[in-house]
């Protein structure tokens, strides 16, 4: 190993201004760094007072976000914690979806005697029975909220929910049968062929759906054949396939209300036709109240709920919507003997 030594008398030999000293590499990129930021810091333009509002808006919705979360975490903790003091509910609409299901549930939650769920389409029994009866309740009010309205009212209350997917799950209707003996159901029923289409454009508007209606139909049993079938044998599955791209399948209607009044009584299920709903709503709203044992109620506001606009199947295809008409002849027919009741579509 050699050492250099310096004498005493040996003068150091420094290097002329023009030559650049020795410099690692890390400090010549630090360097570089810091020349090109104060040149950025230069050359940037002072914000404005709306820039700077606009950060500490993008800032504050970031902490709400967060906040948010937390919050509804601690919320549905202590909701799960006090869901033995919590009721079930007393009415569910149940299907069909792209029915005008959402719009009727939201005219009920406006009656006064009627408590809201902290969620809509809960899915239960559809694709979380597994989490069990405790997890249900969590979404429902308490015996103590529920007794001090109905004293507050001199009236009885009512809670209920809305998921339209249970009149389609092939398990659905046991598993309501077995939890709740006495609940009362809903269902709304629309011409097969336009609710084909407006499911068709939610899911489109949903990006859920790149092709067009008609290669989308073509395209449907390949994408939903054992769908069914699997989720009657998985009972924890959830086929996203079949609840967005079922648009034929989901609107065979008799196949389903046979499968639901195997497990529950005819006269605890009310059966609506959409049409009548969309065109004389006051009149079809007060025939549910008096399903549900509800006083009269006037609506203040009507208005359709969920739907998009678009241009109907008929005026978009005539011939499409003709071929889709026939193929829903054999269907509506079954339906029609099995209710005694001709919907006209």
């Avoid at 406006?110 to 979404?139: C, L, M, T």
Wanted: aromatic share 14%.
């Amino acid at each position: 190993m050699t050492t250099c030594v310096h004498s005493r008398n040996s003068r150091s030999r420094l290097p002329p201004k023009h030559v650049a000293q020795p410099s690692s590499k890390g400090a010549i990129q630090r360097s570089r760094q810091t020349t090109g930021s104060q040149m950025q810091t230069i050359n940037t333009p002072p914000k404005t007072a709306k820039m700077v509002a606009t950060d500490d808006w993008k800032r504050a919705d970031r902490y709400g976000k967060l906040a948010h979360y937390y919050h509804q975490r601690a919320l549905r903790r202590w909701r799960q914690a006090t869901a033995r003091f919590r009721v079930l509910p007393h009415f569910i609409v149940a299907g069909a979806p792209k029915c005008g299901t959402t719009a009727l549930y939201y005219y009920l939650l406006s009656h006064p005697q009627v408590a809201a769920p902290s969620r809509n389409e809960i899915g239960f029994f559809s694709d979380k029975f597994q989490y069990g009866p405790d997890w249900y309740r969590s979404y429902f009010p308490t015996k103590l909220m529920m007794s001090w309205r109905a004293r507050y009212s001199g009236k009885k209350v009512i809670t209920g929910e809305h998921t339209p997917f249970y009149m389609m799950h092939p398990l659905a209707a046991q598993r309501m049968a077995d939890t709740l003996p006495d609940v009362r159901l809903i269902i709304l029923l629309r011409d097969p062929v336009e609710r084909a289409y407006s499911h068709y454009q939610h899911e489109f508007r949903c990006s859920h759906e790149s092709l067009c209606f008609r290669d989308a139909i073509a395209m449907e049993p390949q994408r939903t054949t054992q769908e069914v079938d699997r989720m009657r044998l998985e009972p924890e599955y959830h086929s996203p396939e079949y609840i967005r791209h079922a648009y034929l399948d989901q609107g065979k209607y008799c196949t389903k209300l046979e499968r639901l009044f195997k497990y529950i009584d005819r006269n605890r299920v009310f059966i609506i036709k959409s049409e009548d709903l969309f065109e004389r709503t006051q009149d079809v709203f007060k025939k549910v109240l008096d399903f549900l044992y509800l006083d009269s109620f006037e609506l203040k506001k009507i208005e359709r709920v969920n739907s998009g606009e678009y241009i109907p199947l008929h005026a978009v295809d005539p011939s499409f919507d003709s071929e889709l008409r026939e193929y829903f002849v054999p269907s509506n027919r079954s339906l029609y003997s099995f209710l005694g009741v001709d919907f006209e579509w």
